[in-house]
């Protein structure tokens, strides 16, 4: 949406470099493991509202991959 006031201003303004970012489900839900793996406690997920249709697609190929850990979003909400 490229907002002034959003917290991520700064990238959110060149959204074409942004592209070379972009993880499919499947490399996502690597870094989940790799994340649980290292230790960490949770995955944070900051307002996901929008991409529930991937995180629902990532993590049917990391939870039978043993992806464990509770997933948070900014609303509050829990995902198991």
């Known amino acids: 949406m490229r907002c002034t006031y959003c917290q991520n201003f700064q990238i959110s303004q060149d959204h074409k470099a942004q592209r070379a ?3 499919d489900f499947k ?9 649980q793996k290292e230790g960490c406690h949770n995955i944070n997920l900051v307002s996901p509202t929008h991409f529930v249709p991937q995180i629902v697609k990532t993590l ?3 939870v039978p991959l043993g992806l464990s850990l509770p ?8 995902i198991r």
């Open 21 to 23: 970012n972009e993880v």
């Open 71 to 78: 997933l948070f979003t900014t609303q509050a909400a829990m």
């Open 27 to 35: 490399a996502l839900a690597g870094e989940m493991l790799r994340l």
């Open 60 to 62: 049917l190929e990391a």
